[in-house]
């Protein structure tokens, strides 16, 4: 759950430090990554075509 808060609101104090801690990451949510990234790319279950498609 994300909730903004602005100074306005008077919950942190303009001199105040924020510290965020995340764990995990974007896989997690699968279609935040969808929104993200490009389309991937298949390829045969083999090192040669692995290496094409990285190094071309």
Do not use: H, Q, Y
């Not at 994300?2 to 764990?23: F, N, P, Q």
Request: one cysteine or more.
């Amino acid at each position: 759950m994300m909730k903004w808060v602005s100074l306005a609101e008077g919950l942190i104090d303009a001199d105040e430090r924020i510290v965020c801690i995340t764990t995990g990451n974007i896989l997690k949510d699968p279609t935040e990554v969808v929104d993200v990234c490009a389309k991937p790319i298949e390829v045969d279950a083999d090192i040669d075509a692995v290496r094409r498609a990285v190094f071309g």
